[in-house]
């Protein structure tokens, strides 16, 4: 298999969206072997579900997905079999490991379908990952860390023209991350795969051939009625929809559709605040002299980490 196509692919629990903007949902997309690519994407956008769908573990969603050409949805379960032993290799967010098994009985399960790895090598992958202690351990009495290094050496267990790799090394630390990668690409030179690898943050590090962001919501303007907003009377104000890709919690922000929350994307620079003037102007209740920056932690909450940016320009208060 040398290309995975998805033609006007969309999950259909997103059907209804009006305003979605994605680099992969609605499309035209192809994956190439022996290229790599990065799909970033904030939670519940749908990266798991294109996992699953290129699989052939799930069919809910609208457009066609083609292996060389030829439909997904055609492949009878002698060829999903096939496939998954010789062309797809999948690493799972969940991983999908057997709990009550060790790390080399689980690692063993794969590729003793494939007979594609000797022992020598597997362990030589447990002692570079820093799990070589973990080989006779229930998976069940490990970290979420140390687990996700052993379904990605079971990944490397079989053939495969693409691997896709579901939040790799979100609970590895950088040094991890590194190793991992190190292995991924010479593997990937050695048998010429495609890497496909998606993220809602911290990613595998990887040369990219494409970074694609897999969902977005492109904002409609929200008004407001009539307000003296500045010293000027009655000069109004509007809220006006950024041009730029929202970053992830802005798209949260967006899909919930909810007026207040939408006041918040102010955090994220992903709207400018204007009188019918034309002049920058920032509301009251969130000016940092005015409020000593304590109306922001009525944002922060649902987000954590995220640092708040002031909109440029002056305050529409007191300190005006």
Same mark, same amino acid.
């Given at each position: 298999?040398?290309?995975?196509?998805?033609?006007?692919?969309?999950?259909?629990?997103?059907?209804?969206?009006?305003?979605?903007?994605?680099?992969?949902?609605?499309?035209?997309?192809?994956?190439?072997?022996?290229?790599?690519?990065?799909?970033?994407?904030?939670?519940?956008?749908?990266?798991?579900?294109?996992?699953?769908?290129?699989?052939?573990?799930?069919?809910?969603?609208?457009?066609?997905?083609?292996?060389?050409?030829?439909?997904?949805?055609?492949?009878?379960?002698?060829?999903?079999?096939?496939?998954?032993?010789?062309?797809?290799?999948?690493?799972?967010?969940?991983?999908?490991?057997?709990?009550?098994?060790?790390?080399?009985?689980?690692?063993?399960?794969?590729?003793?379908?494939?007979?594609?790895?000797?022992?020598?090598?597997?362990?030589?992958?447990?002692?570079?990952?820093?799990?070589?202690?973990?080989?006779?351990?229930?998976?069940?009495?490990?970290?979420?860390?140390?687990?996700?290094?052993?379904?990605?050496?079971?990944?490397?267990?079989?053939?495969?023209?693409?691997?896709?790799?579901?939040?790799?090394?979100?609970?590895?630390?950088?040094?991890?991350?590194?190793?991992?990668?190190?292995?991924?690409?010479?593997?990937?030179?050695?048998?010429?795969?495609?890497?496909?690898?998606?993220?809602?943050? @911290?990613?595998? =590090?990887? *040369?990219?051939?494409?970074?694609?962001? %897999?969902?977005?919501?492109? !904002? $409609? +303007?929200?008004?407001?009625?009539?307000?003296?907003?500045?010293?000027?009377?009655?000069?109004?104000?509007?809220?006006?929809?950024?041009? @730029?890709?929202? =970053?992830? *919690?802005?798209?949260?922000?967006?899909? %919930?559709?909810?007026?207040? !929350? $939408? +006041?918040?994307?102010?955090?994220?620079?992903?709207?400018?605040?204007?009188?019918?003037?034309?002049?920058?102007?920032?509301?009251?209740?969130?000016?940092?002299?005015?409020?000593?920056?304590?109306?922001?932690? %009525?944002?922060?909450?649902?987000?954590?980490?995220?640092?708040?940016?002031?909109?440029?320009?002056?305050?529409?208060?007191?300190?005006?």
């Amino acid at each position: 298999m040398n290309t995975i196509e998805l033609q006007q692919t969309l999950p259909e629990v997103f059907a209804g969206r009006d305003g979605i903007v994605s680099d992969i949902w609605h499309r035209q997309v192809a994956f190439q072997k022996e290229k790599s690519y990065l799909i970033e994407a904030a939670s519940g956008t749908g990266k798991s579900s294109l996992c699953s769908f290129v699989y052939g573990y799930r069919q809910d969603y609208q457009g066609i997905i083609a292996f060389d050409g030829t439909n997904v949805r055609k492949l009878h379960v002698a060829d999903w079999v096939e496939l998954r032993k010789r062309s797809l290799s999948m690493l799972f967010q969940e991983l999908r490991l057997f709990a009550e098994l060790t790390a080399w009985e689980n690692v063993k399960l794969k590729n003793n379908l494939t007979g594609f790895r000797d022992k020598k090598e597997i362990r030589r992958w447990f002692e570079e990952l820093g799990i070589a202690d973990k080989w006779d351990q229930p998976i069940g009495r490990m970290s979420f860390g140390q687990q996700q290094r052993v379904a990605f050496i079971r990944a490397l267990c079989q053939p495969a023209d693409f691997i896709f790799l579901d939040e790799p090394v979100s609970h590895l630390d950088d040094g991890n991350g590194r190793l991992m990668a190190r292995i991924l690409t010479e593997e990937a030179a050695k048998q010429g795969f495609g890497i496909v690898v998606t993220s809602i943050g @911290k990613h595998l =590090p990887l *040369e990219y051939d494409a970074v694609m962001q %897999l969902l977005g919501f492109s !904002l $409609l +303007f929200f008004w407001a009625s009539k307000k003296k907003v500045t010293k000027r009377k009655n000069a109004g104000f509007r809220f006006e929809a950024a041009t @730029k890709c929202f =970053p992830s *919690e802005a798209q949260e922000l967006a899909s %919930l559709r909810q007026p207040a !929350l $939408l +006041f918040a994307g102010l955090l994220f620079s992903a709207f400018r605040l204007k009188t019918k003037a034309g002049e920058n102007v920032v509301p009251k209740s969130v000016c940092g002299r005015c409020s000593g920056g304590r109306s922001w932690t %009525l944002f922060r909450g649902p987000f954590v980490g995220v640092v708040p940016k002031f909109v440029r320009g002056r305050c529409s208060g007191v300190c005006s």
